[in-house]
């Protein structure tokens, strides 16, 4: 059984793809290893690999920081997961770091 990549689960179904506009993922094909993604309700039907698709979440409120507690109660946003590292790809103003 294929394992769907790892997306924040609580933002809902929406993911940002630079050259679709208001994409929802619809749901993913197991036996594909492919996202199902639609375009605006009712526009074309996609089926895209996980590597052509990037969530992007915004408004994310650090927390639990221990190496760097000053970055605690501070809002970025979620760039990517990096699966191997169990770790989030921050941007907070123009600074890019890693958190568990």
Do not use: H, W
């Not at 689960?9 to 996202?35: H, M, N």
């Not at 409120?61 to 946003?77: F, H, M, R, V, Y």
Request: glycine content about 8%.
């Amino acid at each position: 059984m294929a394992k769907a990549p790892r997306f924040v689960p609580s933002l809902g179904p929406y993911i940002t793809l630079s050259q679709i506009p208001c994409p929802q993922v619809v749901e993913f094909d197991e036996a594909k290893g492919r996202y199902v993604v639609q375009e605006e309700e009712g526009g074309e039907v996609l089926a895209l690999k996980p590597a052509n698709l990037q969530q992007i979440v915004s408004g994310v409120i650090l927390q639990g920081i221990e190496a760097d507690p000053t970055l605690n109660g501070k809002s970025g946003t979620i760039l990517k997961y990096d699966e191997a590292k169990d770790r989030y790809t921050v941007r907070q103003a123009f600074i890019q770091f890693y958190l568990t």
